[in-house]
């Protein structure tokens, strides 16, 4: 019997979601190909091009340089190399809010640099004196997150450039998650803003298209070349990428994403995302759970325990925050009428939990 992939109907907590039915189409159609070997896969190769110049407009930037990577991880991974690489000193370290992915962790262990992790204020966003204090002669990196994956939220991306300048180091902004939906709002985020290196934005997240399809964007081709190595059995000569062989499906359906929605369709799902994530804030703030306000299509509000544990139980797919709250994300896929279910789903559970007990006085 052939076995189904899990459905997105009670998907709550992913930051993937169903790619769009021609990124799909696009995926399934360049599955074979190996954009790692652009001599031999010169079609591919035209595609990520392509790919690359259109997140360039999404980011502020004319000329892009980047590739489609496997995904968020591997982006940030690659852009921490590019700043040890080009760092004078032999102990860099770098300095990130502690909303920052786990994926730094993996580069850092990955590079033997120094991670250095600093809170957060009150709005979840970088605290600035505390990355002005943890800066120094070392540091090759200040990490902005423009869409944390937890809340949501925007670091103050310009004043983190200007402490970075402040030693000489490179401005990395991590917008896996949000650069999708930050060219619909006022925030400032991009390399048009601020002075900004390099930069990951994920086309399988909030793009639509079919994993694995990350992006990492850098300012100017000669940060890439602290990345290449020369390839001396392939038809090409060199590679900037983590991976050697990569299957081509996300380049094309990334492409293929970005050419049915931007601008129009991204802005309506935005749109769309956003005001799902107020409703559903609204719907638990009413119920008297505390919430913390979704700046971008994302949710978290206290949940006890039990009720979480409840709606794992029926099927819900959620998670929690480091600090335990409940975590949604709204993503193409999650719908009002999937929200609204949850919601009644919770009410029912709410109410069975304050039922007296049979037996009870
Ligand atoms: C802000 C941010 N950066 C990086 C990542 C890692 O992306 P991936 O899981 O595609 O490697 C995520 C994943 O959710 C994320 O939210």
Known sequence: MQIEPQAFDRVLSSMCTEPHPVAREAAERFLATNPGDPGTYPTITALEDDAVAMLGEL???????????????????????????RAETRTPNVVMPESGHFSFQKAADVLGVDLRIVPTDDSFRADLEAVRACVDEQT????????????????????????????????????????????????????????????????????????????????????????????????STSQATLTGTRSGAGVASAVAAMRELWPEGYREQYVRAQHNAEWLADALEKRGYDVVEPTLPLVAAD??????????????????????????????????????SFISDLDRLEVRASAPVMGDD
């Open 59 to 85: 980011t502020g930037l004319e000329e892009p340089a980047g590739y489609i990577a496997s995904g968020g991880t591997e982006a940030n991974i690659q852009a921490v190399r590019i700043a040890r690489e």
């Open 140 to 235: 090759a990196m200040v990490v902005g997150v423009a869409g944390t994956t937890e809340y949501g939220r925007v670091d103050p991306i310009s004043e983190l450039g200007d402490i970075a300048a402040s030693v000489g180091a490179m401005l990395h902004v991590d917008a896996a998650w949000g650069g999708f939906v930050l060219p619909f709002t006022d925030h400032e985020w991009h390399f048009g803003h601020a002075p900004v290196d390099t930069m990951t934005i994920d086309p399988h997240k909030m793009g639509q298209a079919a994993v694995p399809a990350g992006g990492l964007l850098a300012r100017s081709d000669d940060l890439l070349d602290a990345l290449a190595v020369d390839t001396p059995y392939l038809e």
């Open 303 to 340: 949940l006890p325990q039990s009720t979480f544990d409840a709606l794992r139980a029926d099927g819900w797919r959620i998670s929690r925050t480091a600090t335990g709250k409940l975590r949604v994300v709204c993503m193409p896929h999650v719908t009002r009428e999937m929200l609204a």
